[in-house]
């Protein structure tokens, strides 16, 4: 597995801002596709992304309309180190919860056999708490035990740091994943177990020179970085426009209405949104994702997945975001994928409940920040 590198560039530096490069690893609706294995995922599987939003659907998941690909289909993870002396991980940056957790050697699911585990016995900080934890993500999870030890993040030592160490990760979602484990960057009170996530100790530990962090993601395989304590101007063109969070759990803001071709197609009088670095899609209710892949004449095959014509990507329109009365357009060729030659598909998924989920698909167009002094969310046009 390749393991990135801290690379702190001299302006960053000055400004007294941590950079944490990641790496764009391929999703697993592709290595499901290279594989043949699409068709007999759908029929041995019923997904709903939602499942990782408890508190958003307190009904549960049961009104998912259509079985889908996506089984943590994040796509962005860095490198950290557990321990003394450090043990490296690849984790997903996930601003949709709030825990941090890797494998542990004492796990024997097929997952595990296949990424780095944390070996207790091999740091001389490590503190066991007794506590068990359990974490759903969709149709993935994990099952473990709450330790604690240093976690290095970048240039930043997080000292006495509670985190989970999988001891069980049921199913096969996890097994061909380039990332080991998931680092929450949610609000504390949407951690489970009530375990204090990493940010926040960064903040009490004064670790950070501003309360906030910001996110860029690339469509190459390099480039995207997370920055820890302040906000870096080269990624983003314009002034930042910024949103109040409307439920300090997820990062979930108020949004106004979709747009396509100067029609309301979903979101009708507002809607509820959540800004999830973790989530590679944009999600939404079956009623307003279907109105928005009719508007894009997308056609849904038999894998569940919406395809278009590949030579009609050029024409076709932007999908509008209204929130706080600015318009945040995101353009074809930024909301389709072409997996080969002919083969394209939209963007969009359905979930249960009436909450939007803005992933990667509108956070490669904008740059975010997101400010925990002021509870608030910050976009602007990325490069």
Request: proline share 4%; charged share 15%.
């Amino acid at each position: 597995m390749q393991l990135l590198v801290l690379l702190c560039t001299a302006s960053a530096l000055a400004q007294g801002l941590t950079r944490l490069p990641l790496e764009r690893g391929k999703k697993l609706r592709e290595i499901l596709r290279e594989k043949d294995l699409l068709c007999q995922f759908f029929q041995d599987h019923h997904y709903d992304i939602g499942t990782k939003f408890p508190h958003a659907f307190p009904n549960g998941t049961k009104m998912a309309v259509e079985p889908l690909l996506n089984t943590l289909d994040v796509e962005y993870y860095g490198t950290i180190s557990i321990g003394t002396p450090p043990q490296d991980f690849s984790v997903v940056f996930d601003t949709g919860s709030s825990n941090l957790w890797v494998p542990s050697v004492s796990c024997t699911s097929l997952a595990c056999q296949t990424h780095q585990v944390f070996d207790p016995s091999k740091s001389s900080t490590y503190k066991s708490t007794g506590q068990s934890l359990s974490i759903h993500y969709g149709t993935g999870e994990m099952e473990g035990t709450v330790g604690s030890d240093t976690v290095t993040v970048a240039s930043l030592v997080d000292t006495n740091q509670l985190f989970g160490l999988s001891t069980a990760e049921p199913g096969e979602f996890f097994v061909d994943v380039k990332f080991d484990g998931i680092l929450g960057l949610g609000f504390p009170n949407l951690a489970a177990d009530g375990i204090t996530p990493v940010f926040d100790n960064m903040v009490n530990e004064s670790l950070v020179q501003e309360n906030l962090f910001s996110v860029y993601l690339s469509h190459e395989a390099t480039g995207s970085v997370v920055i820890f304590g302040g906000v870096d101007e080269s990624y983003f063109t314009g002034s930042i426009s910024w949103i109040s969070v409307s439920y300090q759990g997820y990062w979930q803001i108020s949004m106004d209405s979709i747009i396509v071709n100067s029609q309301e197609v979903a979101c009708s009088g507002g809607c509820q949104a959540i800004i999830d670095t973790g989530t590679s899609l944009v999600a939404g209710p079956p009623l307003g994702i279907s109105s928005i892949q009719r508007a894009l004449r997308a056609r849904q095959d038999s894998n569940g997945e919406h395809s278009v014509n590949c030579s009609s990507i050029p024409a076709m329109p932007d999908v509008i975001f209204v929130i706080d009365g600015l318009q945040y357009p995101v353009s074809a060729w930024a909301y389709t994928e072409q997996h080969d030659p002919g083969s394209c598909t939209s963007s969009f998924q359905t979930t249960s409940g009436d909450l939007w989920i803005l992933g990667d698909v509108f956070l490669r167009v904008y740059y975010s920040i997101f400010d925990r002094a002021n509870n608030r969310v910050g976009l602007a046009k990325a490069v």
